[in-house]
C-alpha cells in the first residue's frame, strides 16, 4: 500500500488529517498535538496503541491469529512488532526507520505513518466485519 499522503512540507494539514482519523476510530483520549509537531515519539504511541489494540476487536482478533502480538511488550517491541504487521500483513513500507521513530523529530513522517495506520485499521475492519456478517448470516 502507498501511502495517502504523498506530499511532505505541509505538516499542518497533514496533523488536520491526523485528527479527522483518530476521530473516526473513534480515539477518545487527549492528543498532545504539539508533541506531535515536534516528532516527540511519546506523542504517537498511544495513537498506535489504540489502533492496533483497542480500535477493533475483529482487527485485534485478526492480528493475534496471525502471530502478532502487542500487550506486554516495551515501546521498542512494541513498534518493532508494528513495522513488521505493517509490511507482513499490509504490504506497507515505512518511511521511516525503526531509530528514526525514536529519534525527536521527522514529525511529519511519523504523522504520515500514523495517518496511514489508522486508514489501514479502518479498512480492515470494515472487511472483517463485512466478512463476519456474510459468514453469520449463512450460519
Given at each position: 500500500m502507498k501511502s495517502a499522503i504523498v506530499k511532505t512540507g505541509d505538516i499542518k494539514n497533514n496533523i488536520r488529517i491526523l485528527q479527522s482519523l483518530v476521530q473516526r476510530a473513534g480515539f477518545k483520549d487527549r492528543i498532545d498535538?504539539?508533541?506531535?509537531a515536534k516528532g516527540i515519539p511519546t506523542a504517537f504511541l498511544p495513537l498506535l496503541h489504540f489502533l492496533l489494540t483497542e480500535y477493533s476487536v475483529e482487527l485485534s482478533k485478526y492480528l493475534l491469529d496471525n502471530g502478532f502480538e502487542f500487550f506486554s511488550k516495551n515501546d521498542l517491541r512494541f513498534i518493532e512488532e508494528t513495522f513488521k504487521v505493517l509490511r507482513?500483513?499490509?504490504?506497507?513500507?515505512?518511511?521511516?526507520?525503526?531509530?528514526?521513530?525514536?529519534t525527536v523529530g521527522f514529525s511529519e513522517r511519523k504523522v504520515i505513518l500514523t495517518c496511514d495506520l489508522a486508514r489501514i485499521c479502518i479498512d480492515k475492519n470494515k472487511e472483517?466485519?463485512?466478512?463476519?456478517?456474510?459468514?453469520c448470516a449463512i450460519n
Open positions: 498535538y504539539a508533541s506531535i507482513k500483513i499490509f504490504n506497507y513500507k515505512p518511511t521511516i526507520s525503526i531509530d528514526q521513530f525514536f472483517l466485519t463485512r466478512y463476519l456478517g456474510i459468514v
